[in-house]
């Protein structure tokens, strides 16, 4: 596990549900609570362009 000031970037591909702040990242990048995202994820997988469509609708 990283520790958030070790990581200077966000993967723009994948979402790693492995890192709160990731999560908590992306969560507010798509205005969504973390528990949705974490649903998104389960659901089709941590692709980000297939997220963003997941929520979207």
Same mark, same amino acid.
Do not use: C
């Given at each position: 596990?990283?520790?958030?000031?070790?990581?200077?970037?966000?993967?723009? !591909?994948?979402?790693?549900? !492995? !890192? /709160? /702040?990731?999560?908590?990242?992306?969560?507010?990048?798509?205005?969504? $609570?973390? !528990?949705? =995202?974490?649903?998104?994820? $389960?659901?089709?997988?941590?692709?980000?362009?297939?997220?963003?469509? /997941? =929520? $979207?609708?």
């Amino acid at each position: 596990m990283q520790n958030k000031q070790d990581v200077h970037w966000i993967d723009s !591909e994948n979402i790693n549900m !492995e !890192e /709160y /702040y990731i999560v908590e990242y992306w969560a507010n990048k798509f205005d969504v $609570k973390p !528990e949705v =995202l974490k649903q998104a994820v $389960k659901a089709i997988g941590s692709k980000v362009d297939g997220v963003r469509k /997941y =929520l $979207k609708k």
